[in-house]
């Protein structure tokens, strides 16, 4: 078990660029979310899958961002336009749902700044 | 409105001495209720998490917490601190069941120690 872990770990754009995010669950883990997480604030839920399908994505920020899981493993988190307001670190976890003991893992996280 | 407060952005306390994090929500039934550590670098760590039963949760890392529900109230607390604890601690509750999408996220409360 090598933990949930996200690929880059930092990234510097330029406003209107596109960027993408990799995040690999925990083996079995069959869900995935997606997290925003800005200066002095909680975690800031985005959207999650179950196995492939994407099952809560309201919450995405706006059409600019979109997020895939196609295989049901990996992920992609994908920010297009990118706007300076988007800079924060984006938080990727997964769970195993056991009746009412799911617990999430994070990674270590992708620290985006944009230019 | 549902919300987490966690009252104190920074607390410090010295080496081996007691700590308390407070923790206050407001929600309209009796949530679940969990704290999260984040050290820099690292991942979201869950400490522990209170479903139901006994009011009081013993955790990971020496961590324990009551759920107190006449004072809408879940603060951790560890009897003797060590240099390591240094990090930022998350509190957050969520809906009963199978819902961690659903989680409010308190601000943080960064722990600071004093050798």
């Known amino acids: 078990d090598t933990g949930v872990s996200q690929d880059p770990r930092h990234k510097i754009t330029k406003r209107g660029q596109n960027v993408t995010f990799r995040c690999d669950p925990i083996?079995?883990?069959?869900?995935l979310y997606w997290y925003r997480q800005t200066l002095g604030q909680g975690p800031e839920f985005l959207t999650y899958?179950?196995?492939?399908?994407?099952?809560?994505k309201s919450r995405l920020l706006s059409d600019r961002f979109s997020a895939e899981r196609p295989k049901g493993s990996f992920s992609t988190l994908e920010i297009q336009r990118t706007e300076q307001g988007d800079s924060a670190m984006y938080l990727c976890?997964?769970?195993?749902?056991?009746?009412?003991?799911?617990?999430?893992?994070f990674g270590p996280g992708t620290r985006l700044l944009v230019l | 409105a549902q919300s987490v407060t966690q009252p104190d952005i920074h607390i410090t306390v010295s080496e081996g001495a007691s700590l308390e994090l407070r923790c206050n929500y407001s929600y309209g039934a009796t949530p679940y209720l969990f704290w999260y550590v984040q050290s820099p670098g690292q991942g979201l760590q869950l400490l522990l998490k209170?479903?139901?039963?006994d009011t009081l949760v013993q955790g990971i890392k020496g961590f324990e917490a009551e759920f107190k529900r006449s004072q809408s109230s879940f603060n951790l607390r560890k009897p003797s601190v060590h240099w390591s604890d240094a990090a930022e601690y998350f509190c957050?509750?969520?809906?009963?069941?199978?819902?961690?999408?659903?989680?409010?996220w308190g601000a943080g409360t960064k722990l600071i120690i004093k050798p």
């Open positions: 899958f179950q196995n492939e399908a994407q099952l809560e």
């Open positions: 957050a509750v969520g809906p009963p069941g199978d819902s961690n999408y659903q989680l409010i």
């Open positions: 209170y479903f139901s039963g």
């Open positions: 976890a997964s769970s195993l749902p056991l009746a009412a003991q799911e617990t999430q893992y």
């Open positions: 083996s079995e883990h069959n869900r």
